[in-house]
């Protein structure tokens, strides 16, 4: 589990095919990794196969070759990198499982006073679930949404999170891992069964509280 909260910048130092999946060396100044360890890669939860002099190493499946950015990222190219949230550690983010939802586009990009407002687009899929005000990651990076269309929404970068992280570097058509708010996907989900079932007249009253909390 992670917060969206970026700790260093990466590097990945090189990609390796292994079948249809690869294995990734990551160069980072994190300290005392740990074997086996979660590591949030540009919003990715990867595992640490093996400790280098400058890094670690991880395997990748075919899945997140296909279904994120890592599989397309130049070698050279800088990564987010966040360890796993440790129990009574701060929530200064939102709840971020690094199970990346699909993949977005950086739309358009523009400077208010010092920051740097960026919209992202994405598909029908993943649209319903991002609500103004509401939290998503890009990237790895916990972002408020401060509005949303039924293809785009769209965040401000504070010059803190520009210092930390590489998301205002990204150019128009740049693509980006988008993981919506894990209370949103279950809402969803709860939501599609209990319009479905037979005993759908008994869940109104719970219907009714999520609307009034705004996630319908």
Known sequence: MFTG???T???????TSRGRGARVTIATGLPELVLGESIATDGVCITVERIT????EADLS???LEKTTLGELPVGGGVNLERALPVGGRLGGHIVSGHVDGLGTVDAKSLVDGSVKVTFAVGPELAPFVAPKGSVAV???SLT???ASDRTFDVVLVPHTQSVTKLHELPVGARVNVEVDVLARY????LAFSTTAPAAARDAAWLERLRA???M
């Open 53 to 56: 002099a400058s890094g670690f």
């Open 9 to 15: 910048r990466g590097v990945l130092a090189a990609r």
């Open 5 to 7: 909260l970026v700790e």
């Open 139 to 141: 990237n790895g990076v």
């Open 187 to 190: 809402c969803a989900r709860l």
């Open 145 to 147: 949404v401060n509005g």
């Open 213 to 215: 909390a705004g996630y």
């Open 62 to 64: 075919f899945e997140t």
